[in-house]
């Protein structure tokens, strides 16, 4: 939250995504502009070409991208989920030509868990359980 205002006060756009925003997207904060639920990948990508196109983040154009969180005036909105991507070797290898220190961007090579512990927000935020063929 402390981060995501020293953004806005430099006029950045702040997308945030994890577990805590997924479990209690009520936390999301005016200086967010939108919240990811769940899985990011596809969410986070629909909404750097939504922003590349528009030049910004504006909430009727954000009803139209699936598991968002995000604030109109002082209603917070939640958009419609979103199916889990079936399998983890579609998701293509980070580009590192591209990426700051040390070239790091991190591979999933599994996500969520057999088992289902309700004390665990693990299987609740993937969903499933999956992993990533070593060969992909
Ligand atoms: S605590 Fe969470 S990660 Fe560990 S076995 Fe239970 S559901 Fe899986």
Redesign the pocket.
């Known amino acids: 939250m402390e981060y995501a205002g020293m953004a806005k006060r430099f006029g950045l756009t702040v997308i945030i995504g994890g577990m805590h925003i997924t479990m209690v997207p009520k936390c999301l904060t005016k200086d967010m502009d939108a919240g990811c639920i769940g899985e990011g990948e596809q969410t986070f990508c629909e909404l750097v070409k939504l922003y590349s196109n528009a030049g910004r983040l504006k909430s009727s154009d954000l009803a139209g991208i699936r598991a968002l969180c995000n604030h109109d005036g002082e209603r917070l909105i939640r958009t419609p989920a979103r199916a889990v991507i079936k399998s983890l070797d579609e998701l293509p290898h980070p580009n590192r030509s591209i990426t700051g220190y040390r070239n790091r961007a991190y591979v999933y090579t599994a996500r969520g868990?057999a088992?289902?512990?309700i004390f665990?927000s693990?299987?609740r935020h993937w969903e499933r359980y999956g992993i990533r063929r070593p060969n992909t």
């Open positions: 868990c088992y289902d512990c665990c693990c299987s």
